[in-house]
């Protein structure tokens, strides 16, 4: 158990619609990352937030996609006007800041769009 | 870009020790190499890292070669569980950590 919850596991959806990803870190995790996957490729880097300050984007990261941490505990990706291209697993990580700097991953939301 | 290259797939067999090579010839001074496996259907699961010297846990080892261009991951007593893809990363301390396709690991029975 990583600690890093991730909520839905699944989510199948029609084009056009929005879709919303939730993650729960434990509370020593201050920094998150969201990552997107696809099939047969290794995880790509969207965001990353410290505490409820998001520190980066990833240009993959369109407009259509929005992540958020408001209080720095729990973050949420919302994805509208859903693309049969946004197909993915999306996986949510997690680390405290002065440790040895491993992620802890979440078993991701796999995305489906019709 | 990932900074490293790795075999597309291996096999090993069940008991043997599995070697997995990682080639980061680019590599910085200040860079450190790091192991991450994803099995089917789970989230990655960190392994091991190090910067200059090599590093055993109770997972596996990591050898560095000493221009620090290459590294290798050994699983001493691979088990059908250790099927997996196995992912090299270097990262400067602080950075994102930068996924390529990564060594698709098969553990024979």
């Known amino acids: 158990d990583t600690g890093v919850s991730q909520d839905p596991r699944h989510k199948i959806t029609k084009r056009g619609q929005n879709v919303t990803f939730r993650c729960d870190p434990i509370s020593e995790h201050n920094r998150l990352y969201w990552y997107r996957q696809t099939l047969g490729q290794g995880p790509e880097f969207l965001t990353y937030f410290q505490n409820e300050a998001q520190l980066e984007k990833s240009r993959l990261l369109s407009d259509r996609f929005s992540a958020e941490r408001p209080k720095g505990s729990f973050s949420t990706l919302e994805i509208q006007r859903t693309e049969q291209g946004d197909s993915a697993m999306y996986l949510c990580a997690a680390r405290g800041g002065a440790n040895t700097g491993e992620l802890f991953f979440g078993e991701g939301s796999r995305l489906t769009v019709l | 870009d990932a900074k490293t290259t790795q075999p597309t797939s291996m096999d090993c067999a069940e008991g043997r020790a599995a070697n997995l090579p990682c080639n980061h010839s680019t590599i910085s001074g200040n860079e450190y190499v790091y192991w991450y496996r994803q099995i089917h259907s789970q989230g990655p699961q960190y392994i091991i890292h190090?910067?200059?010297n090599n590093e055993t846990n109770e997972m596996a080892s990591l050898i560095i070669t000493e221009d620090r261009k290459s590294s290798t991951l050994i699983l001493p007593h691979a088990t059908l569980r250790d099927t997996a893809v196995y992912y090299c990363i270097v990262r400067v301390w602080g950075q994102n950590f930068v996924f390529g396709p990564g060594t698709r690991l098969s553990v024979l029975p």
């Open positions: 190090g910067l200059k």
